[in-house]
């Protein structure tokens, strides 16, 4: 295998990074072993400082001796203790609440001692672990704290974690107060998705084969499937979810992504602004579906008991779920981008909890070949090529093909060309936050939604939350370990398609 080296090798600015909810589950689970990942690789700056905000009753100290024993078991690879060491002596935090003024003079007064101890030449990375009604707020008392500013060559960022508002209108207020206070570059609105390594190899796969662009439009595409399916129900999330369901949680975010790094047009260039503008065209080239198409094109489902083990219960059994619970923990949807590339080209898009895999793909299916050419074989052993983008937890891409089964008589099977990237590059396991870390450390908004791909992403759902809330859904409607309601093969099985099988898939992959 050749690589090629696109970073060049450029090494970050010196920088102090504050974590805001840093006793959080994400600060031990993510961005710890995240951080660990990328010195053990050498792409922290040597000048660098962690200082741990949370509303909790620690001390440096303490902070350290937890973050010492979390990592024990959380750290993706084992951390050698010189480069624990290092992080440690860097490792501060200040205790208060996200409200109070007086806590982020505590906060300054110890980035000033940072400064003189590590030298991060003022150079700020905030980091909003913290629930979403805090992020506002965090970000107004940064700014009143004069901790947001940019002078002197000194740069501060701010990283917000999803979700960003609940609908349009929360999203369009949340974008308008922080800008109040940071502009558009400081802003990191992160995506986990965009840190998976498959999903930027989307725009590599796109963008550096020639044989890719000739295939990507409605010439030789039937259509389009985006699948999320997790076998894990809400954990212990039920709170969170009662207010989101599959819908606000997976789609405008992670799906419409994959969407968009999909369909997008080839960019001008790798720019962040470049490749950022081609997504939110196309995002912008959705059809929001009118009521009418809501009723028809998109389906909701949700949870009940399994029905192969009492151990696994319903969705309205979680805790902190209502025992009437009108949310969703699936969706299956039928968009249509209306530009010259893809008109007539169905994107159907499905997300749910408990299914009976894990899996993340997105799979092309090409057009059938315009004739029969093999008369004796029946139609449907004569399947159309499909080329699958395996994000998760097999990651590659693999092509479908019909091939000649060896032996005397003319008998057509199906064939996979796989490229797999465990096999290909041995890569050591990752958080997926690496790259988006780095990226916000070097000044790259690449990977980052941008306010207008977040609000339109809001708009093309908003008509479906309208609908959805005015009419209860007939809940549960798919028991747990199943593919989701019977609507949603009914869906597509209107357009004479049918899903992929995924489980039938891997285990002719296996
Ligand atoms: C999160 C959602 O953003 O993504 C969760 O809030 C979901 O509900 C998760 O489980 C899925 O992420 P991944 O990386 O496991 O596919």
Redesign the pocket.
Known sequence: MNQVNFQHGRMPDPCAMVIFGASGDLTKRKLLPALCNLAASKLLPRQFAIVGFAYGNATTDSFREQLTQDMKSLATNPIEPHVWDWFLERIHYVQGDFQDPAAYQRLADKLAEVEKDHGPLGNRLHYLAVAPKFFAEVVRQLGNAGLAQEDKGRWSRVVIE?PFGRDLQSARQLNREIKQVLQEKQIYRID??LG?ETVQNLLVFRFSNSIAEPLWNRNLIDHVQIT?A?T?G?ER?GGY?ET?GALR??VP??LFQLLSLTAMEPPISFDADAVRDKQAEVLRAIQPPTQEEVLTKMVRGQYGPSLRSSAVGGYRDEPDVAADSNTETFVALKFTIDNWRWADVPFYLRTG?CMPRRV?EIAIHFRRTPFVLFRNTPIKDLQPNKLVIHI?PREGISIQMGAKIPGPIMNLGQVNMDFDYAREFHSSPAT?YERLLHDCILGDQTLFQRADMVETGWSVIEPIQEVWTALPGHFPNYPAGTWGPETADALIGRDGREWRRIDEAAAAAA
């Open positions: 999803k986990h998705y998976k999320a997790e894990v809400v999330r979810y989101s949680d997976m975010n992670h909890k993340t998760q997926g």
